[in-house]
């Protein structure tokens, strides 16, 4: 793989991480509660991006090609989930505009690292995304020292971004800016996470019409 090819994919990968989606909304809102728990899921994150990129290397999105109607099963799960996900989220932030004394950011966060693995699972379409973008960089042909490479330079970067991230919105000036509006938080991100559901289901929904 030339040099060239390095650098268009780590751009184009990067490029893809830092558009704002359900993953980094995430960091944002347990970011201004509490370190550790953005922190792991920001390691979650990369284990369900880790997944997709393996999967995408190794060649085995060709499983949907033999298989249309996968996907659509797959697009339908992975919406109910972050719609679920969503729902909570919301609920968690009404609840605390109700209560009187808000945590102001603070408090704790219940297993934070499956949070956010399930979060970028629920979107089978990054399996898309990822073999669309190695079939524009990966040779073909291509060994097992390259592939592997590919991975560990993918992952590296992803895991420095999102640690990045979850540092960030952790920080003492974040939080102090921002921590009030925690509840606010959970209600725009679980919004976000139901409209982004609404549409990957509505997707399935005409692929199968079609």
């Known amino acids: 793989m030339t040099a060239a090819g390095w650098?268009?994919?780590?751009?184009?990968?990067?490029?893809?991480?830092?558009?704002?989606?359900?993953?980094?909304?995430?960091?944002?809102?347990?970011?201004?509660r509490q370190r550790r728990a953005a922190v792991l899921a920001a390691l979650g994150i990369m284990s369900g991006n880790l997944l997709w990129i393996v999967v995408s290397v190794l060649g085995l999105a060709a499983l949907f090609q033999a298989l249309p109607g996968l996907l659509p099963i797959m697009q339908s799960a992975g919406a109910l989930v972050l719609g679920f996900l969503g729902a909570q989220s919301m609920r968690s932030g009404i609840a605390q505009l109700r209560v009187a004394e808000a945590d102001?950011?603070?408090?704790?966060?219940?297993?934070?690292?499956?949070l956010g693995f399930t979060t970028n699972l629920a979107n089978p379409k990054a399996l898309i995304f990822f073999t669309a973008l190695l079939a524009q960089f990966l040779p073909a042909g291509a060994g097992w020292d390259t592939r592997i490479a590919i991975i560990a330079a993918m992952v590296a970067v992803g895991v420095a971004w999102f640690l990045?991230?979850?540092?960030?919105?952790?920080?003492?000036?974040?939080?102090?800016?921002?921590?009030?509006?925690a509840p606010w938080f959970d209600i725009v991100a679980g919004a976000l996470f139901v409209v982004i559901a609404a549409a990957i289901l509505a997707e399935a929904v005409l692929a199968v019409v079609r």
């Open 7 to 32: 650098g268009g994919l780590l751009l184009a990968w990067f490029a893809a991480l830092a558009l704002p989606g359900p993953d980094i909304f995430l960091l944002l809102r347990l970011g201004v």
């Open 104 to 114: 102001r950011g603070e408090g704790s966060v219940s297993r934070p690292w499956l």
């Open 164 to 181: 990045s991230i979850a540092i960030a919105s952790s920080a003492a000036a974040f939080r102090g800016w921002f921590g009030r509006a």
